[in-house]
């Protein structure tokens, strides 16, 4: 989701590794209570949940031969990195998996919380806790069999410790799943001056285009970092009919996955779930 996870270089005297960008706290804690508004601000991120939700799905259902049907990730550990106010965490739960959910903005925190409390098997299998990536890794050092960063990358400060983080909370052989924007100079065209300023598919000011992450560059952080990326996917999204689709092309928005060191097998780097696989595993694991 739309996070603000803020990570500084250590320096002399410094009293904390990790800081969050208070103005950036401010924006988003306004928003807040507009996560659940499938019409607002975040209309488009609802809308991702129909390709993001079955690519983590079908990607982890094809590492394995063992699932559960109804609930195909059922105990399976899922951190769901900047979690907003639950938009991915609620439909990987319904899901079977166990999702811990953080975001640094108590007010995102506070808003999943209470949504997910509406529905009694969700609040079992999902808790949610005010924090950065950074504060939670000494406590949680390779407990999770997945992380989830979506919407996430593009806002941190400094990406080598972010997925330096997220490999240290996985588990060995565990899944890392990115979404984010390309730096290009279409994503600055289309991302920013026509999705904030003139559409307002996404509130003005939430992205800047200097820290959009090009795919090679995200690739050769987490490859130096022992994770071998899986697949690279292109991902559109058409603001007239309010829905995504996967295309070949990463110049805008593109999903990855990678693994953590001593997974077995590489798959093609643009390998896509296709429409079919997505549709014949949805109807034997169940759908989110």
Known sequence: QLSLFRFTVKRPLSTSHSSVDSKEVKKFQLLAHKWWDEEGEYAAL???????VPFIRDTLLSMTSNYHLGNPLSGIKILDVGCGGGLLSEPLGRLGASVTGIDPVEDNI??????KSFDPVLAKRIQ??????????EESMETFDVIVASEVVEHVADLEMFIKCCSQV??????LFITTINKTQLSYVLGIVVAEKIMGIVPEGTHEWEK?????ELEHVLESNGFSVKTVNGML?????GSWGWMESTSL??????????ARGRSHPTDAPSETDIQQ???TAGTA
Do not use: T
């Open 237 to 241: 999204y058409n603001p007239l009919l």
């Open 46 to 52: 609802h809308s991702m949940n129909d390709i993001r």
């Open 281 to 283: 595993r949805s109807a």
């Open 253 to 262: 928005n593109y999903a990855v996955h990678a693994v953590k060191s001593g």
């Open 110 to 115: 506070r808003i999943a919380d209470r949504h």
């Open 212 to 216: 959009f992450v090009p795919p090679e």
């Open 170 to 175: 996985l588990k060995p052989e565990g899944s």
């Open 128 to 137: 949610y806790k005010s924090s950065s990536l950074e504060e939670i890794v």
